[in-house]
């Protein structure tokens, strides 16, 4: 008979989770610091994306790097979720490490989960507002 190990699930997701974090980090960076248009400067002459810009290929129809608004939209939640918990669940296990109590460790998990639901849910009310009031844009043809 295998044994159960409480712990497997929450160390997998913490490998999978850190993986998509850095491949979400090499797309950003390659979006918003390589793959940049003339004309963005701002008065200091940084370049950057404007809110609009933004907005519009979260929105728009017309795929950028293959993926259409529907696949941006499940590119930066699945990023959101894996950043979110990643780092709540990541300071539950360095303090589990110092404290015994099973009951302080069980709520640490629930506040963690809790935080992770809720940092979801600011996300994608910032997301729906950027994209014009929809989450997944299914009339432009998904991903």
Sequence with gaps: MQERKPGMWTWLLQRLTALYIFFGLVVHFYLHHFLMKPGNEAVTGERF??????????SSGKPMLGFSATGWA????????????HGFF???KVVED??????VVK?????????????????IAVYRSL?????????????
């Design 49 to 58: 994306f404007t809110a609009q810009q933004i907005a519009d290929r979260l």
């Design 74 to 85: 499940v590119f930066y939640l699945l990023l959101l979720f894996s950043c979110a918990y």
């Design 98 to 103: 110092h404290v015994t109590d099973p009951k």
């Design 131 to 143: 994209a014009g009031g929809s989450l997944f844009t299914l009339a432009q043809g998904g991903m």
């Design 107 to 123: 709520a640490m998990n629930w506040a963690a989960w809790l935080l992770t639901a809720l940092m979801m849910a600011v996300g």
């Design 90 to 92: 990541g300071v539950v």
